[in-house]
């Protein structure tokens, strides 16, 4: 079989010869006691680069011992591309929401041996799901590799924009010392009203992180928590989103990206929030309307804004988020960590192997399957596609 992998592309200046760490702490499950990737083996070192083109998902080996054709390209975007060429004959696609190689209608149509497009990561709104359930193309991801790595991002990043790490990071660069200048914008977290729109597996987790910052948690998603949750973490529950932002100084987004909920960070919904309040958004740019954000963020209606994720990626390069007021903006990287690649690489070999000895696989990692959606999919999407729009991410020039 043919495996094409779309990863980012190495570092500039090569691939490193040591790693600032000599090992990854080992962790024994997932709180929810769902067991990590569990493949027959391993040919890669954990803790090292496996995302970009000369990781290779650690995958070589493995494939070629077995017989099959591994084709490892970031060349993603715009007509012609590397990508495009080597689809037209593939049986897997494999590509991280990172560098997201986004598997349009007419790419999968374009695809005719196409069976499975595999997730690196969470989140597979880079794919047409509608025409992959058309195409009886399934689609599955590495569920939960990354969450409890975006959930410690979410954290970092609200209390970065509240305490106003950025500017005073800034002053300190620049040989500067003055307070008044540093703290004028500068608040504690402590006693705020911190929101999640979805408390799934990252949500529910950057809610107990939260806790600890005595503030008041609470969250809105289409499924409830069990009670005991709620109690745990005296959550308050909201039936929508537009009652969740009218009261909460800090609103973390972490829903999937699917019809329902794109753009639903618009101009009427950041204007139903608190004057100055923050958004840290990592699950997807697309979910906030792109030019609304910078709006708020000019006139006051929002104090800042961070997350890593933006539509499309890579982010051309005069992207307006880049260069809005009081961002906290990162490239896509909370759940590419090392520690998450290790586990990511892993549950990507597990399902290969799975595929390719006719197993099954984990029923969490399903999105798309026989032409519908399952799994995770059927929990946490909506039918339909949000890939519209992503052939811009040609423009990004390196
Ligand atoms: P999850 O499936 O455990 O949780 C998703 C939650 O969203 C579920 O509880 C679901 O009920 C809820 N939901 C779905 N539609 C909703 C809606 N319209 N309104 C409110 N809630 C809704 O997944 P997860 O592991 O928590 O990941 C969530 C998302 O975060 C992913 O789909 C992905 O887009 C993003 N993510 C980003 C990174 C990163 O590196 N930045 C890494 C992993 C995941």
């Known amino acids: 079989m043919k495996i094409l992998c779309v990863l980012y592309d190495d570092p500039t200046a090569g691939m490193p010869d040591s790693y600032p760490r000599d090992d990854l702490p080992i962790l024994s499950g997932y ?22 083109v000369s990781g290779e998902l650690g995958l070589r080996k493995f494939l070629e011992d077995q017989g099959h054709t591994l084709v490892v390209t970031a060349d993603k975007d715009g007509d012609g591309c590397i990508a495009d060429r080597e689809l037209v004959d593939a049986d897997v696609v494999i590509s991280q929401p990172f560098w997201p190689y986004y598997l ?9 041996n196409l069976k499975m497009a595999i997730t690196a ?22 569920t939960y590799c990354n969450s409890r790595s975006v959930a410690e991002h979410i954290v970092m990043m609200i209390l970065s924009l509240v305490r106003d790490y950025h500017n005073q990071h800034q002053i300190v660069k620049d040989g500067g010392w003055n307070i008044a200048d540093a ?5 504690d977290v402590e006693g705020m009203h911190v929101g999640t729109v979805a408390a799934g597996r990252i949500g529910l987790d950057a809610l107990r992180k939260m806790k600890p910052f005595d503030v ?15 109690a745990e973490l005296n959550l308050t529950y909201h039936d929508s989103v537009e009652s969740l932002v009218s009261v909460c100084d800090v609103v973390t987004i972490n829903c999937p990206l699917h019809p329902k909920t794109e753009h ?16 840290v958004n990592t699950a997807r740019g697309k979910i906030c309307d792109k030019d609304a954000i910078a709006r708020a963020l000019e006139s006051g209606q929002l104090s800042g804004y961070a997350g890593d994720v933006w539509f499309p990626q890579p982010a051309p390069n005069d992207h307006l988020w880049r260069s809005m007021p009081n961002h906290g903006m990162t490239p896509h990287t909370s759940g590419t ?13 597990e399902i290969l192997e799975c595929f390719f000895e006719g197993k ?11 032409g519908d959606l399952a799994g995770m999919g059927a929990h946490s999407y909506t039918r339909g596609t949000a890939t519209d729009g992503s052939e811009e991410a040609a423009q990004y020039k390196k």
């Open 104 to 112: 349009t209608k007419e790419k999968i149509e374009s695809a005719q």
């Open 183 to 187: 703290v004028q914008r500068s608040y």
């Open 264 to 279: 639903l960070f618009d101009d009427e919904m950041i204007n139903k929030m608190k004057r100055g309040a923050y958004i």
């Open 216 to 230: 008041h948690l609470h969250y809105f998603d289409i499924h409830k928590l069990p009670d005991a949750v709620e």
């Open 31 to 52: 709180p929810d006691g769902m067991s990590l990737p569990s493949p027959s083996s391993i040919d890669f070192t954990p803790g090292e680069l496996l995302g970009c």
């Open 337 to 349: 960590s090392l520690s998450a690649q290790a586990r990511y690489a892993a549950g990507v070999r």
């Open 121 to 142: 990561g969470i989140g597979s709104d880079h794919v047409d799901l509608q025409a992959a359930m058309d195409n009886k193309v399934d689609v599955v991801e590495v």
């Open 360 to 370: 099954p696989i984990r029923e969490p990692y399903l999105i798309v399957q026989n």
